[in-house]
Nanobody, 121 residues
Framework: QVQLVESGGGLVQPGGSLRLSCAASGLIFRIDIMAWYRQAPGKQRELVAT???????NYAVSEKGRITISRDNTKSTVYLEMSSLKPEDTAVYYC???????????????WGRGTLVTVSS
């Protein structure tokens, strides 16, 4: 079984910074694209950023300049660094990964359970 576990969420003041991590574990042959999504209270889940295995990134237009997605393939981990945080960034942040599972090479669209980020003074 493959698991994604997010960490790094919490309470942060407006204007502050935060770094989220998501580690994958289990029977993994390879992880292709990895992504962060978020779901604010009362809203639909939305894409924040994606990163391919070779490091190519894509950001939601509204987030460019304030966030950076990165990954460490040796650790099967993806990161999300956020700065200049605003109250409207308050959400549950979810990790998503396209996983080629071992040993049968089946594809899994894996999701973590989320980590809550609250931006408030």
């Amino acid at each position: 079984q493959v698991q994604l576990v997010e960490s790094g969420g919490g309470l942060v003041q407006p204007g502050g910074s935060l770094r989220l991590s998501c580690a994958a574990s289990g029977l993994i042959f390879r992880i292709d694209i990895m992504a962060w999504y978020r779901q604010a209270p009362g809203k639909q889940r939305e894409l924040v950023a994606t990163i391919t295995r070779d490091g190519s990134t894509n950001y939601a237009v509204s987030e460019k300049g304030r966030i950076t997605i990165s990954r460490d393939n040796t650790k099967s981990t993806v990161y999300l660094e956020m700065s200049s945080l605003k109250p409207e960034d308050t959400a549950v942040y979810y990790c998503n990964a396209g996983v080629i599972q071992g040993p049968d090479r089946s594809y899994l669209d894996a999701w973590g359970r989320g980590t809550l980020v609250t931006v408030s003074s």
